[in-house]
């Protein structure tokens, strides 16, 4: 099992940015796909980006390409999501994820570690 912190959120105005991070302790780290995942009130929890047990590869949502970029750090154990040019819309409670393997999926059924979250709320 790992633990799963994730820090950065916040309130901001539209347009701004955010970085969040996400510190794992437990198992190897680093044999595992990670992602950021985002659930806002009555909504389903979503993809928003993963990245590859490596770090050689990365995947984004659609509604969130060229302006979040994640990246790991497999010696600090950490992951991380900038965010930039935030919208409202992009208002959600941010959850960091451990996947089952190696290679980004994008179903929060491959997921089994969680955090508890992180608030994002971006004014208009």
């Known amino acids: 099992q790992v633990q799963l912190v994730e820090s950065g959120g916040g309130l901001v105005q539209a347009g701004g940015s955010l970085r969040l991070s996400c510190a794992a302790s437990g198992r190897t780290f680093s044999s595992y796909a990670m992602a950021w995942f985002r659930q806002a009130p009555g909504k389903e929890r979503v993809f928003v980006a993963g990245?590859?047990?490596?770090?050689?590869?990365?995947y984004y949502a659609d509604f969130v390409k060229g302006r979040f970029t994640i990246s790991r750090d497999n010696v600090k154990n950490m992951v991380h999501l900038q965010m930039n040019s935030l919208k409202p819309e992009d208002s959600a409670v941010y959850l960091c994820?451990?996947?089952?393997?190696?290679?980004?999926?994008?179903?929060?059924?491959?997921?089994?570690?969680w955090g508890q979250g992180t608030q994002v709320t971006v004014a208009s």
């Open positions: 990245i590859s047990a490596s770090g050689s590869s990365t």
């Open positions: 994820a451990v996947s089952t393997r190696r290679g980004v999926v994008a179903s929060p059924g491959q997921y089994n570690d």
